[in-house]
């Protein structure tokens, strides 16, 4: 369909699917927005670093983070109280400044109770009935936060998400569904499971590491070996088999095409393919099916080539269940050879030789930045759609 005519019904607009986590897809999904109202983020919530891992500890529960980052990118920003909710949930508790009183928390506690109370400006300034749920789930939090909870560089909307997952009887989905209607999120956003899970990474020189933050190259020192083999686990290491629900299976199944993007390619992309029922849901869609690999440096992707991403992320999804071709969870793979930078290399005649096309067109944009340009991305994936 033209971009257009998609942009005059975006209420209408082809539900495009993308398996995602962090922020390499927040300016697509913003812009994505102008286009379709139908797009289904599924996100992973293994997160277990910053702010996310100490909500995850104080009450053994998914990470929130990326789930508030793409509800945020999908809000319709035109809507009274949005910019404010978007102000609220993207600020940060300073960091605790230790002092003769104390460890410094006392005046992140007290920035804290002026937001319950609705004093905070933050706070203050956001609408009514938002405010109200805002500062309810707020107060849910304070209330079951554990005495020695670190709130030093806390996210507040991470905080007032948590508040509403323990108000919901620990369940995600309402949570989601009432943010969701409240900013008019333009799309549907669902973690892949709602399990406190790890990830666990072994790696070529046989150690082994647990917890997605050590992977990712940005909270720790970047990985001296590669990864081997990517698996859930609990806290201890140990593989865990979770299987997704029949909500996720048929929001799979229904999509009109289905996206593997640029992001970190085992903590944000392999990651959500582990649940048990995501590869034989992948298959069972009838759509076209297309991975974006990232360019520039991905610490996790230490001496891959492209071929060897697309021939990890196609096993992965075909391990999942017997009779699973690599036709059926990929068809085509995107990519900018004449202004991307593939540090591994991208090996074009294996991925052909797999039966993948490679689709070669312009993708980085004009300024000195390498990453993918969303005007670039977002009208070729609608075309496929």
């Known amino acids: 369909m033209a971009l257009a005519r998609l942009e005059k019904c975006p209420e209408l607009g082809p539900r495009l699917l993308f398996f995602s986590g962090g922020t390499a897809l927040r300016r697509a999904s913003a812009r994505l ?3 379709t109202h139908n797009s289904v983020h599924v996100i992973t ?3 277990s670093g910053g702010s996310s891992a100490k909500i995850r500890r104080a009450f053994n529960m998914p990470a929130m983070g990326d789930i508030r980052n793409r509800l945020m990118a999908l809000a319709d920003q035109s809507l009274r109280g949005n910019p404010e909710i978007f102000a609220l ?3 940060r508790l300073p960091l605790a400044a230790p002092d003769d009183a104390g460890d410094g928390q006392a005046p992140l506690r007290h920035m804290l109770d002026l937001m319950v109370r609705g004093k905070h400006e933050l706070v203050a300034r956001i609408p009514d009935p ?3 749920i805002v500062r309810n789930h707020l107060a849910m939090f304070q209330q079951n936060m554990p005495e020695d909870f670190d709130l030093s560089g806390a996210s507040i909307g991470n905080l007032v ?11 995600l989905d309402p949570v989601i569904f009432m943010f969701s209607n409240l900013v008019q999120v333009r799309g549907v956003v669902r973690p892949v499971v709602n399990k406190n899970l790890q990830l666990a990474a072994e790696l070529a020189d046989g150690s082994l590491v647990v917890g997605q933050h050590r992977l990712t190259g940005k909270e720790t020192a970047k990985l001296a070996s590669s990864i081997t083999r990517l ?4 806290e201890n290491g140990r593989p865990v088999e979770q299987p997704i629900r029949d909500k996720m299976r048929t929001l799979i199944q229904g999509a009109e095409l289905i996206c593997y993007p640029m992001g970190s390619f085992h903590s944000s992309v392999l990651a959500n393919l582990l649940p048990r029922g995501v590869g034989q849901a992948v298959a069972q869609a009838t759509c076209p099916k297309i991975y974006v690999p990232s360019t520039g440096e991905d610490p996790e992707c230490l001496g891959l080539t492209v071929a060897e991403q697309v021939e990890r992320l196609a096993s992965t999804l075909m391990g999942d269940a017997p009779g699973i071709a690599l036709c059926d969870v990929l068809h085509f793979v995107l990519v900018d050879t004449a202004h991307g930078r593939y540090p591994g290399g991208l090996d074009l005649p294996r991925i052909r030789n797999l039966g993948v096309e490679v689709i070669d067109c312009p993708l980085i944009g004009y300024g000195p930045s390498e990453d993918i340009d969303d005007r670039f991305l977002v009208p070729i994936l609608l075309s496929l759609a």
Not at 161 to 171: P, Q, T
Not at 231 to 234: G, T
């Open 33 to 35: 927005i102008n286009y």
């Open 231 to 234: 698996y859930l686990s609990d």
């Open 45 to 47: 919530p293994f997160d």
């Open 161 to 171: 998400l948590a508040g509403g997952y323990l108000a919901n009887r620990r369940h």
């Open 89 to 91: 949930f993207a600020h």
């Open 130 to 132: 938002m405010r109200k």
